[in-house]
Each structure stands twice: as structure tokens, then as C-alpha cells.
């Protein structure tokens, strides 16, 4: 090829090299942009509030309380002031203004069925005489409450409508990841059908409840926000707005929603029974600490120390105290709290494998669950003290005594009390620093029942002679157990 020839050719393929230079540049823009929209990093969330904005409600209750009680300011007849304080008075009731007068409260909700039953927070519907449904498309309903669930603060209620209600569903809350879309929608302040978004900010959050599983989010909540849905980007409800953190009472970003894996289990029952039915075990429980892991021959501080067996279902299976659970139903337990949620979402009535750690060895119960609402205590028979005893002996920081009658009286203790009595704390030593005080009393060493201060000596003996350094004690308080490991280094 001539040169010249070379060079025009050369010239015409450059613009064609820029053309797709061009092209595959842009090609990157939009895979970028269908990447981050995928994502779920969406440009507007207008789409999904017009979706799910019918089945989002305002929540208004009625309440009758009592008028104001006590003393009344008094005018003297024939004041210039006794004209305006009458209308005042009338005004507030009449004379006294005692007469019962009607408070009202805003929430939010959302519909979760076509036939029109709704799901709220059992705080904004507490205490209520009526209750009136306000719906996004402007028509109001009154409603009826079918049940209650303090302990997630969760409400089910009912309207009678014309014609089917736009719904929305319930999402898997376990799918929701830190850094996760979320929009919130409710009733703030009164101001009705307000749309926020955000992230999920933390997974897991505990507040105050036995049965708490919150999402953190960082969607502006406020309130009369209470009861509302926070939405994944599906569309679909993966919690229920219920609280928020702040030091003056609006949002600074840490909001709470009661996750939808909690929720819809609650709804189910209140649907179908107007009540609750956990499943209950019967055992009192603590977490397994670090320092009570070689205590007890564990390799890790994992799973649920038994405190306590009363008479129930744990109990019949010849679940101990001592007895560390380390699986429920097929289910590894990590700590206490994991363990009261598996089981109180595990049917009444159900037979499940539980798996316990007991002096090291591995056993499995076969349990049949109770229904926690109808659970009572009970408490173990009482017992005579070992005559001859010593009144008192000093052992790992604890003045000692085997209780009497005169003790029990004197600690207030009932007649069942039984174990060794602390008398005093030696406040430089551990179980001091551990939160043993005067009054408590030690009802087993060892994973072993202690009746006697002897019975005591014998077992710190016995850990001693295995290699030991640390003795479990079965410690109670006004009738709660707990479990403190202490260092046989103490002993004097």
C-alpha cells in the first residue's frame, strides 16, 4: 500500500474509533445507573407513595376521662370577678369543674386485608371509647378492636366497609440490610398521610420488651407517626413505626419500627383468637457469661443458663437448674433473648427437642410447650436446716448463715426460703463487685443444692480437687435466681 494511501485510511478510521469510544462510554452511564437503580437507590419515591398510600390511615381516639378533683378557686359573692369565674366554670364543666370531659389522640395505621382489618400500636388505641378510621382517599370508617399485644405494642382492628379496601402485605423484616431504602408513611403531628424516607440504620435493636426486634431507621418519625408502616422499597411493610429517640421530642434520625417477622405472627393470633398463645417453656434463664464458662465446662460463653425450674413444662422433661440450652427445636441458641423469641413464637402445645449442657455432658429433653399467658410461678418446697450447724462462717467475701425461721423473719424471706443466708459483704471482694449484698441468699454451689454451710465447704472442695478456679453459685433476691461465678481464690 502506498503511503498515502496508509494515511487516509489511518485519518478515516479515527472517527470511527470515536464513535464507539463514544458509544461504549455511554453504554457504562446507563449500566451504572440501572446498577445503582437495582440496587435499590431509586431517583423518586413518588411511584411507590402513590402505590401504597390507599391502605395507609389516620387513626383518631376518643377518650372519656374524669374532671379535674380537689379544691376549687373561690369568689366571694358580690365580687367583680364572680361574673367571669361562673362563665369560666360553666365553661369547664360546672361548678367544681369536675364533670367527666372527652380527650382525643392521633395515630396511624394500615390496612392489611380487602375486608378491612387494620394493624396499629397498642399505645395509640389504649384506653380508647372510639375509634375512627380516616382513609387517603378522603371517607371515614368507625372501628372495632379485635385485640392487643402490650408486649409488642401491637393492635388489631376491624372496619365494616361497601366495598373491598386496598391493602398492603407484609415483607420478610429478616431480608432488610443496614443501608437499605425504607419509606415511612403516617399521621405526624396531625398533619395526615406524610411520606418520609431513609435507611435502615442498625437491625436487632432491643428497647424495654421481652419480645423486642426493632429496625433502627433514620426516616423522619414523629408523633402521630406511631402505628404507621415503614415500607422496603417493594412495597411491602417490614416493620411497624412505633418510637423514636430524642431529647426534645421530635426526630433527630432514630427511629423504631416493630420488625414484620414479629408483627404478622402477633396478627395471626389476634386474628384468629382476639389474644396471644406463646408458647412457654418454664424456666427462668440468664445469659452465659465469661467468667462463669469454666465454671460450668463450657467452651464458650453461648446459650441460656437455667436459673430456675419450676413446676411447668421444662420441669416434666427433667430440665435442672445448672442446665445451659444450647438449641430449641433444631435452633442454636446464642443468648437469653434469642431463646424467649424462639420459643414464644413456637406453637402451644408443640413437642420440641431441647438440647441442654449439663456438667459438661450433652443431653437432649424432649419438651411439650405451655401457653405463657396461663403460666404461674410456683415455688419449691421449704426444708429444715441441718442441726448442729454453725451460726456463721466466712467463705469468698460472704459471711454465711443457715436460715432459720428467725432469719426468714428478719430478711423478710418467706417460710419455703431455703439455702444459706449473707449476712455480710466484704466490699473489697468479688462477689461484692459481682452485686452479692446482705439479705441475698445462696441456694446451690456447684449446680448443686446447698443446705448447709458444710454442704457449701464440700462443694468448693470438690472444684478445687478438679482443677477449678471458679465456683457457679445459685444466688436469690426477693424470689429472682441468678448465677454468679466467684474465684475460689477468695475463700477465707
Known sequence: ????????????????????????????????????????????????????????????????????????????????????????QDRNGGPGGDRPRRSSALGSGFVISEDGYIVTNNHVIEGADEIEIEFFEGFSLP?????????????????????????????????????????????????????????????????SGTY????????????GNSGGPLFNMNGEVIGVNTAILSPNGGSIGIGFSMASNVVT????????????????????????????????GLASAEGALVSDVPDGPAKDSGMQAGDVITSFDGKEVQDTRQLVRIVGNTDVGKSVRVVVNRNGNSETLLVTLGRREDAETTFPASQEVTPGEPSQSQLMGLTLSPLTQDLREELSLPDSAKGLAVVNVDESSEAFEKGLRQGDVITEAGQSEVLSISDLETKVDEARDAGRKSLLLLVRRGGDPRFVALSLEEQN
Open 212 to 223: 423486642d426486634d426493632y429496625i433502627q431507621t433514620d426516616a423522619a418519625i414523629n408523633r
Open 265 to 296: 405472627k402477633v396478627v395471626d393470633q389476634l386474628r384468629e383468637f382476639g389474644e396471644t398463645r406463646r408458647g412457654w417453656l418454664g424456666v427462668r434463664i440468664q445469659d452465659v457469661t465469661d467468667d462463669m464458662v469454666e465454671a460450668l
Open 143 to 207: 372501628a372495632t378492636l379485635v385485640g392487643t399485644d402490650p408486649n409488642t405494642d401491637i393492635a388489631l382492628l376491624k372496619v365494616e366497609a361497601d366495598s373491598p379496601l386496598k391493602f398492603v402485605s407484609f415483607g420478610n423484616s429478616d431480608n432488610a440490610k443496614v443501608g437499605d431504602w425504607v419509606m415511612a408513611m403516617g399521621n405526624p403531628l396531625g398533619q395526615g398521610f406524610s411520606v418520609s424516607a431513609g435507611i435502615v440504620s442498625a437491625r436487632n435493636r432491643a428497647l
Open 1 to 88: 500500500m502506498k503511503p498515502e494511501a496508509f494515511a487516509a485510511t489511518r485519518d478515516n478510521a479515527r472517527p470511527l474509533r470515536l464513535f464507539w469510544l463514544a458509544t461504549l462510554s455511554m453504554f457504562m452511564i446507563v449500566s451504572q445507573a440501572l446498577m445503582a437503580s437495582a440496587q435499590g437507590a431509586p431517583q423518586s419515591f413518588s411511584v411507590l407513595a402513590e402505590k401504597v398510600s390507599p391502605s395507609v390511615v389516620n387513626i383518631t381516639t376518643s377518650t372519656m376521662v374524669a374532671g379535674r378533683t380537689g379544691p376549687q378557686g373561690i369568689v366571694p359573692e358580690g365580687s367583680p370577678f364572680e361574673d367571669f369565674f361562673r362563665e369560666f
